[in-house]
């Protein structure tokens, strides 16, 4: 096994998610790093921001129990010193998730880019729960050599089907089930069918159902190999999102 580091970046509130991550890190290396920091630059709004769940003591103990060998929690001035390169993800970032959280990606995009530049990692490791996320660190490690192994690792969910999120603490026992629409949408394998799911819970608001191409991150075609279903919404204010494979051709 090797002992160059492979990280997993987190803003915290750990969940067993981030713990599965932590668990393929240690998979490929003993140096396991793990950076906890909220990084302001990708919430679009100072409300979210604020409501964001912190607790890096427990997260801490957490985090080393599945395999983590060091936790860093960075301030903000070590990740945004005076001068710092801002990292654009271009017009990928502008859609589904990007059209809705406007600068977001170029906020994740920007702290990854630092996070990498002060870890020096040989792996990373990214969930698919965040399937944009995931796709626009590939593409920006790809096109500019950045010297990282992007790793990815399945959604993990609830017995109920819920993906584990940071947020799902917001959500309320009958919010919750409400919540659980989402992924009775994703299995019906298609895009009406997402949509006539998803408008039988009226506390779900939708930003967006789509079935993407895997490969370009466009609208899929008859003629896409990989396809997936990605939505993203609200219940009550707590944002969700989810992304399930469609299968290929
Ligand atoms: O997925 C997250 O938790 C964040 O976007 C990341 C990658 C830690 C960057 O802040």
């Given at each position: 096994m090797s002992d160059a580091i492979a990280f997993v970046p987190t803003m915290g509130a750990l969940h067993a998610g981030h713990l599965e991550l932590i668990k393929r890190a240690r998979e490929l290396s003993t140096e396991v790093v793990v950076s906890i920091f909220v990084n302001p630059?990708?919430?679009?709004?100072s409300e979210d921001l604020a409501k964001y769940p912190r607790d890096i003591s427990g997260d801490t103990e957490k985090a080393l129990s599945a395999g983590a060998s060091r936790i860093w929690a960075p301030t903000y001035q070590e990740i945004y010193p005076a001068e710092i390169e801002k990292i654009s993800a271009g017009?990928?970032?502008?859609?589904f998730e990007g059209r809705h959280r406007t600068g977001h990606f170029d906020g994740m995009l920007t702290v990854v880019h630092r996070l990498f530049e002060l870890v020096q990692p040989r792996y990373a490791i990214f969930g698919e729960k965040d399937f944009q996320q995931l796709f626009i660190v590939k593409k920006w490690v790809r096109e500019n050599d950045i010297p990282v192994e992007i790793i990815s690792a399945p959604t993990v969910r609830d017995k109920d089907g819920l993906a584990l999120s940071?947020?799902?603490?917001?959500?309320s026992e009958s919010e919750r089930q409400s919540a659980l629409v989402i992924n009775r949408a994703l299995a019906t394998g298609n895009k009406e069918g997402m949509l006539s799911t998803l408008a039988t819970e009226p506390l779900f608001q939708l930003d967006y159902a789509e079935v993407i191409d895997?490969?370009?991150?466009?609208?899929?075609?008859?003629?896409?190999e990989f396809k997936r279903g990605i939505v993203a919404g609200w219940i009550n204010g707590v944002r969700l999102l989810d992304n399930m494979a469609m299968g290929s051709n």
């Open positions: 630059l990708q919430f679009e709004s017009a990928i970032g502008e859609i940071s947020r799902n603490v917001r959500l895997e490969e370009s991150f466009e609208v899929a075609t008859p003629d896409s």
